[in-house]
């Protein structure tokens, strides 16, 4: 039988990790195996943590925390029984990542990937504008934005002075809507910070 890829994607605080968790709980329903996957480094001491979700599930699953990132590791380190392979946060894995999620799609397997399609600047997330155009399927979802708290969110906007793409931790980051996006950016008088206590 054929696999599939499906991708969730969105900017931070969208509930993707979550919703990854809600497909996983459906294939163990379903009576498959699950392999769980999520980079090392990107472990967060929070209640959306993917491990912490996952505790709750029943079932027969595996978690792999993967070290560096590395997609080979990933092949390495799953049973070949596994049914499904559910990566959490995707875009912190090497760009290795599509050709082994298309490997594992021929082989019959369900692979489910949650990421940041875009990094704080607007630019594809590492190799997840690659998994977006494998994917049999697409799933966009989005946070609310926390200044207007009207429109949905489209970009995790970065809150401190760091210009590397990979910068970890949640309190580093806040969720806007374009026309929130665009008038911070346009702005020189105002940061991030005053503009959310105004909110």
């Known amino acids: ?61 595996t978690l792999h925390p993967i070290m560096d990132g590395r997609s080979d590791l990933i092949h390495r380190s799953i049973p070949g029984t596994v049914d499904v392979i559910a990566i959490d946060e995707a875009q912190f894995f090497d760009d290795d990542l599509p050709a082994w999620a298309r490997r594992w799609r021929h082989q019959g397997k369900t692979v489910v990937l949650a990421g940041l399609d875009m990094d704080y600047e607007e630019h594809p997330f590492g190799c997840m504008g690659q998994l977006l155009c494998l994917a049999d399927e697409v799933m966009k979802i989005h946070a609310v934005c926390t200044i207007c708290k009207q429109q949905d969110a489209f970009i995790s906007h970065r809150l401190t002075p760091e210009t590397d793409q990979v910068v970890v931790g949640d309190k580093n980051y806040t969720a806007l809507c374009i026309d929130c996006y665009d008038r911070i950016q346009m702005s020189t008088t105002n940061p991030i910070e005053a503009q959310l206590e105004e909110a």
Do not use: N, T
């Not at 969208?14 to 459906?26: D, H, P, Q, V």
């Not at 294939?27 to 929070?46: K, M, N, Q, T």
């Open 1 to 61: 039988m054929a696999g599939k890829i499906k991708v969730i994607a969105g900017e931070m605080f969208s509930g993707k990790s979550r919703e990854l968790s809600r497909l996983i709980e459906r294939a163990l329903i379903a009576d498959l195996e699950v392999a769980v996957v999520y980079p090392h480094f990107a472990v967060r001491s929070s209640p959306r943590d993917i491990a912490r979700r996952m505790s709750e599930l029943i079932g027969r699953w």
